[in-house]
């Protein structure tokens, strides 16, 4: 095990996943019960970064457990522009690690003046966006050194994985959640070294996934760029075939986030269809001409994309460091990011 301060973080999010599970279970309960009687009837997400990919997540999640359209409100409609917004019977949910950055707290307090309930998902309760919400649900993540953010990350889609089992009050996700820790553990153990392989030069490659594994995705594109220096691209994997596909030909990597639930199918077709173009495929299931990546054991259609991002951290940590780069502090990059 590498002693950077990212692979110490990543290590950590099995215990961190069952500390915020168990600490905000009375909060979460609260929340749901307020959410149940409010009955909105539209979720809006304030994020940036690896936040909003959180956010992303979620919004797959509540979409396909409540059916309540779930939408991504840029920040700077409050911060910038100064827009008055319309929010009546609606839940606005903010993430940010740091619960620091100007045009989230914007966003927040402009969707509170417009009606909106509104919850922060922040590792800083007491920063101003805690401080600023109806209700906070605090990642307990503890110090997280590396400017990537991982256990964060996790903990941020747990945190809105667990409210959702509340105002939903879905006991088949609630279920999973109380076995997703030693899960975690699982998805560490993961042997991703043929991709590791293939990567150590590699300039560009596409990262690919469906609904939630869409999220997961586009943070590992992120991953792939501030820690390894590689050009990654995310595409939903029926997206890719509406023209990313051209560019790929004999030797182009493709990493493809495939799991167990309505969209495996379809993906499998995708994977072969890339390798019979001649792409380098590697992917969580088996298809022809395809590598197939280890992944933890099935566990819910909602949770396992996440576990594949589990198993990537490891990854992508060895991976920046085989290409002799320092994964916890990247190029032009700093922890804490406050944008206007």
Known sequence: MSDT???????????????????????AARIGAVL???????????????????????????????????????PSVASVYGAPLRLPRSLSLSISQSGQSPDILAMAQAAAAAGAQTVALTNHPDAPLGRASDFCLPLHCGTEQSVAATKTFVNSVVAGLALLVEWAD???????????????AQALAQDWSALSNRLVRAPALYVLGR???????????????????????????????????????????????VCEDA???????????????GADVFIT????????????APLHPLLDPLLRVVSFYVFIEALARRRGLEPDTPRHLRKVTETI
Request: proline residues 6%.
């Open 5 to 27: 301060f990212m692979a110490r973080e990543v290590a950590e999010i099995p215990t961190r996943v069952a500390d915020i599970l168990r600490l905000n279970a009375p909060e």
């Open 36 to 74: 149940r009687r409010c009955d909105p009837q539209l979720v809006i997400t304030v994020a940036r970064g690896s936040s909003d990919h959180a956010a992303t997540y979620l919004k797959y999640a509540y979409e396909i457990l409540t059916g309540v359209p779930v939408a991504s409100v840029g």
């Open 170 to 184: 879905d006991d088949g996700l609630r279920a999973a959640l109380a076995r997703l820790p030693d899960a975690c």
């Open 211 to 257: 609904g939630p594994g869409y999220a997961i995705a586009s943070e590992m594109a992120l991953k792939f760029k501030e820690t390894s220096a590689i050009h990654a691209e995310a595409y939903s994997a029926a997206e890719v075939l509406h023209g990313p596909a051209a560019i790929v030909e004999r030797g182009f990597p493709v990493l493809g986030l």
């Open 263 to 277: 969209a495996r199918t379809g993906f499998l077709q995708t994977a072969t269809r890339l390798a019979g173009q």
């Open 285 to 296: 299931d088996r298809a022809e001409g395809a590598t197939f990546l280890p992944a933890a």
